[in-house]
């Protein structure tokens, strides 16, 4: 079964139905990522900059992009390698509530 859901506690934390939890103070340098590296407006890292819309297929979206968009750069600073980091963890994280997807 799918569940491509989320709610946020009241910390402003993303909390999803396996009982993953990432914490509003760990996703800085993500939204800072999600400015510099989305590819449009149809991307998942512009839906989850936007909206914080933080479902397990935008997350699972965003990291995938990220990724993609590092491996064709030359020029990747400290900060988007720990957006990386950050957005894989929490991809990782929910992971199984979407059916096995990968990038």
Request: charged residues 20%; negative net charge.
């Amino acid at each position: 079964m799918l569940r491509d859901t989320f709610e946020r506690d009241d910390c402003g934390a993303f909390v999803y139905p396996n009982g993953f939890r990432m914490p509003l103070e760990e996703t800085g340098a993500i939204w800072q990522a999600c400015e510099l590296w989305h590819g449009g407006q149809r991307s998942s890292l512009y839906a989850l900059m936007s909206s914080g819309h933080a479902t397990p297929s935008v997350v699972w979206g965003a990291s995938c992009e990220l990724n993609r968009a590092i491996e064709l750069s030359s020029d990747v600073d400290c900060d988007t390698l720990q957006a990386q980091e950050d957005l894989s963890r929490w991809a990782d994280g929910i992971e199984g509530l979407l059916g096995g997807e990968s990038c």
